[in-house]
Each structure stands twice: as structure tokens, then as C-alpha cells.
């Protein structure tokens, strides 16, 4: 599959295949993620990956989301914290660019993922300061995201409201809104 047809079939599902994640499969996707470009080539993303084999790693994330995403991202076989550095390693200045390459990299991430067709839902609604206290993240790091990363599961068993939510068709602005002249 080349890239573009991977970038438009890049999806955020809220239900989730029972199916855990191969472990072989797992190391490609954070290769690719260590791969991403970054000011400096300084990588300041940092991955804290929570197999639901791992109970009492995942739960510590699980409890993290806000009860919406709790809903539907339980049915997740894996969560992932994103942390991204805030200072350069080489001078201890700031990075003025660790949010913009984490970004990257989780990108990066999410297309491998992809061509295992393994999806990933990004989500912001977390308690940044529950996570870095469960995790024991330093200040050095930002708490930038969790993920749920699974395969697609069957919508048909979500709630009604959920159902509605997952079969709501994509819509993307068109070129003429995102590109300026």
C-alpha cells in the first residue's frame, strides 16, 4: 500500500478488537517512531507503553482519561503515555520545537501502525498531572498525550450513542480552506 492511501485510511476508532498487539509487530512501529525528524535530531519523545497483559501498568494509565474516554477506550488492548523533553539535552535550553517532533514521531508511529492495519486514537481528555504522578515523570518531561492502540473491533456492540459516534462519516476541510495564497 503506498503512503497516501495509508494516510487517507488512517482512522481514530473508539471500539476496539479483544486482539492484543504482536509483540514483533510492536518494535517496527516504535522504530519508526524513532526515526521521525526533530530539531537538533534531538528525539525528545518518550514512550510509555501499557499492555492490558500488564494489568496494574495499564489500570495506572486506564485511570488517567476522564470518563468519556474511559467508555470506549477500555476496549483497548494497549494505551501509551507521550512525553516529549522540554530542553535540549546538549545546552539545557529550551526546545522550542519538542511539541511540534513528538508529533511527529507519533505520526510516524501511527503509519506503521497502519500497515499492520493497527489503529491508534489519540486522546487529549487525560489528567496530565495523575499520569505524571502515576508514572513518576520528572519535570524535565511534558505529559503531551495518551493513545489507544488496538485493532478495529465491531461497532455494532458499542452503546447507541457511541454507534452513532463511530458511524459518523470522516470529513476533511478542503485544500482551498488549509491552503493560503
Not at 39 to 65: D, G, S, V
Not at 145 to 169: C, F, H, M, Q, W
Amino acid at each position: 500500500m503506498n503512503t497516501f492511501d495509508l494516510i487517507k485510511q488512517r482512522y481514530s476508532p473508539i471500539i476496539f478488537s479483544n486482539k492484543g498487539i504482536e509483540e514483533n509487530l510492536l518494535f517496527p512501529l516504535f522504530e519508526a517512531a524513532r526515526w521521525a525528524p526533530s530539531a537538533y535530531n534531538e528525539q525528545p519523545w518518550r514512550f510509555i507503553y501499557c499492555p492490558k497483559t500488564e494489568n496494574i501498568k495499564y489500570e495506572k494509565l486506564f485511570n488517567c482519561l476522564v470518563d468519556a474516554n474511559m467508555e470506549w477506550a477500555k476496549t483497548a488492548p494497549a494505551l501509551m503515555l507521550v512525553l516529549a523533553r522540554k530542553n535540549f539535552s546538549h545546552n539545557e535550553k529550551p526546545n522550542p520545537f519538542y511539541r511540534y517532533d513528538t508529533g511527529m514521531a507519533v505520526m510516524s508511529f501511527i503509519m506503521a501502525a497502519m500497515e499492520h492495519k493497527i489503529y491508534v486514537h489519540q486522546m487529549g481528555g487525560f489528567s496530565s498531572e495523575m499520569a505524571r504522578d502515576s508514572f513518576n515523570i520528572s519535570d524535565d518531561y511534558d505529559v503531551i498525550s495518551v493513545a489507544a492502540i488496538g485493532y478495529r473491533g465491531d461497532t455494532a456492540v458499542l452503546t447507541e450513542e457511541l454507534k452513532k459516534r463511530a458511524n459518523t462519516p470522516r470529513l476533511r476541510k478542503d485544500i482551498s480552506q488549509i491552503l493560503l495564497t
